[in-house]
């Protein structure tokens, strides 16, 4: 099956600095991505749709300038978290449906965990 | 509308036993029925999943039933292991590709031996 990276898997970080978080589709182009985040024992909230060659799509509440999403290419999106607070540390996961579209499974990648000291 | 109801929260269950979890869903366009599987510290798995012009598909030891007039669906783990313990999500969106996923609340199964 197809398959999501993300890297780091890990960071700590000090607060008010900024993040990076890379997301990459290995075997497949992905024109749309998704970022999620998920608190502990909790569920996965949809923060943003990454699109290929234009701007993300933010949902309601999630601040625009603090989560940066750029999709440089086919096959990587990134999330930036910037100035980085105690309450943005979480677990940040992304997915990318399959076969650029063509069926309806998304494949996830194994979340980065991201501590804002 | 977009909410996905999850039930129970938790479920411990004897090895060999049948772990069912249960999902209702209020926006009738929904049309694509995936459940997940996530381990602690990764990111969640697709185990199966189905649409509502079926009302029950089964893969393995898994299986989806769908109900599209009560707008629920479940998922059946027969024969349930150990290594099923994990945390389960329903999902729902709609179908066509490129579609965001709006996930349930969770369950977290225990397979006690």
């Known amino acids: 099956g197809a398959v999501v990276s993300q890297h780091p898997s890990w960071v700590i970080c000090k607060s008010g600095t900024s993040v990076k978080i890379e997301c990459r589709s290995l075997?497949?182009?992905?024109?749309?991505m998704f970022w999620y985040r998920q608190f502990p024992k909790k569920s996965l909230m949809l923060m943003a749709t990454?699109?290929?060659?234009?701007?993300?799509?933010?949902e309601q509440g999630v601040e625009k300038d603090k989560f940066l999403i750029n999709h440089a290419s086919l096959t990587l999106s990134t999330l930036t978290v910037t100035s980085a607070h105690p309450e943005d540390s979480s677990f940040y996961i992304c997915?990318?449906?399959?076969?650029?579209?063509?069926?309806?499974?998304?494949?996830f990648g194994p979340g980065t965990r991201l501590t804002v000291l | 509308q977009q909410q996905v109801k999850q039930s129970p929260q938790s479920l411990i269950v004897q090895k060999g036993g049948i772990s069912i979890i249960n999902c209702a869903y209020e926006?009738?366009?929904?049309?694509?029925f995936p459940w997940y599987q996530q381990f602690p510290g990764k990111g969640p798995a697709l185990l199966i999943a189905?649409?509502?012009?079926?009302s029950e598909k089964k893969e393995g030891r898994f299986t989806i039933s769908f109900n599209k007039s009560a707008k629920q669906f479940s998922l059946h783990i027969m024969d349930s292991q150990p290594g099923d313990s994990a945390t389960y999500f329903c999902?729902?969106?709609?179908?066509?590709?490129?579609?965001?996923?709006?996930f349930g609340t969770g369950t977290k199964l225990q397979v006690i031996p």
């Open positions: 999902a729902a969106s709609y179908s066509g590709g490129y579609q965001k996923v709006t």
């Open positions: 926006n009738t366009a929904f049309d694509y």
């Open positions: 075997d497949f182009q992905a024109t749309t």
């Open positions: 997915s990318a449906p399959d076969g650029l579209g063509s069926t309806d499974t998304q494949y």
């Open positions: 990454s699109n290929e060659g234009s701007k993300a799509t933010y």
């Open positions: 189905i649409r509502p012009d079926v």
